[in-house]
């Protein structure tokens, strides 16, 4: 049984709308929203409002695999196509043939992929590896990201073509913080939920000024830290600790989608679903609401050097700057560094003088 | 003009939808409006024999130009439509084959569109 859509607020009762509207289609839909939104919900819920839903529904994570494993995952492969393909297997594509595909954080997929895909949602065929024969598919795809896609369009790395083959219709969840009065009905939902599911437990509801001050919470985890709070006050059943026990000082609001910092997904259980000072530090260069794998391949000191010190660096040119008023040969002087230096670091840099 | 034809203009840009109004309205249809292709499907699903001929932006929030595109050519395939596009081949492409009848690139001449609009009408009324 999927989850419902809960919420009040006009942003998702528009959602549960265009649901309606569109779930028997089966064109493509993109599904974004910062971390823990609720983008599988939504994907859940246009498979159950559709003419599909007596089919498989496929998920798949094109984050949480190296390229070579996404690929057989996704078309399947041929007995002998590589070392220690003992046996034939399908893949996702067949499986999910006239259901549902679910593409989970498309914006990581690798760009060699996503040049396979797009043949495959052009043509309707795929080949399993290995094999010469193209299979026709009749899957719905729908693809979910917390990338700004149309910023990786510009970075080189997603493919404007494929995004706009997936971009048909597109399903934008807003961030818990913009859809205060949902908070109500969610703690609701995920109360009896977890009742149920736990009957010896100790919680309680929150009484209305522990519920306010639950409201205006910012939840920069939405959802998903929301329902890690209501799963620990089973245990704690205490709403003041757990109040208390929300980051306070350095709740940064995600200003784009690359700097959240996704706090349940490090995935080591209730006492670490939120973020110390160390991992706020790590994801303001790494992107940490990946899974393990695709963070340990990411995680490079030396990359994460050469950012954090253009970062200091562009901000000491810029203070130098201002203090002497913009006179670059003095700047450089006193930053001991060659004009030439200067010059390439200010445009490396983009600094450049209030106009 | 004894029956005024009847219009539905699609385009998240206010501008260019009120731009449109007026033109269209003082060259003698009756046009309807809306600001994206969820607003334009609700107001077909409302009034599924009304209009004559569909304009509609590409890009767009929630519904796309190439999505309401193919929705109204499997529910209403006798519906002609016109579809623009400011933003490169891509989505002229996908428009083509969603089969909408004519793919315009912008910036457009009211004038041509205007034309492109009765030939489309006309064509239709031809067959019928």
Known sequence: MSTPLIGVSKSILKIKELINHVANTCLNVLITGETGVGKEVVAQNLYAESARNTQNFVKINCAALPETLLESELYGYEKGAFTGAHKKRPGKFQTADKGVLFLDEIGDMPMALQSKMLHVLQSGEFSPLGSDHEFKTDVWVIAATNHNLEKSIAQKTFREDLFYRLNIIKIEIPPLRERKEDIPSLIEYYFRLYSSEYPNNNGSKPGSDILEKLCNYPWPGNVRQLQNCIKKQMILNSWEKILEELPKDQIQIPVAPQFETSYQSQQHGINNAFPTDRTSIISQFVDLSTSSDKLFEDISLKKIKKLASDRVEKEVIAFVLEKVGWNRSRAAKILKISYKTLLYKMDEFEVSPPR | ?128
């Open chain 2, 1 to 128: 003009m004894t029956e005024s034809n009847r219009l539905l203009i699609v385009d998240d840009n206010e501008d260019i939808l009120s731009t449109f109004y007026e033109f269209f309205n003082s060259m003698g249809y009756e046009v309807k409006t809306a600001v994206d292709g969820f607003a334009a499907l609700k107001l077909l699903r409302d009034k599924s024999n009304f209009f004559d001929c569909l304009i509609t932006d590409l890009v767009m929030p929630n519904i796309s130009g190439v999505g309401l595109i193919s929705i109204v050519k499997k529910e209403y395939p006798h519906l002609k439509i016109i579809a623009m596009t400011g933003y490169g081949d891509q989505p002229g492409a996908l428009a083509s084959e969603a089969k909408a009848d004519v793919v315009l690139f912008k910036p457009i001449d009211l004038f041509k569109i205007e034309n492109t609009v009765s030939e489309l009408i006309n064509q239709e009324k031809e067959i019928q």
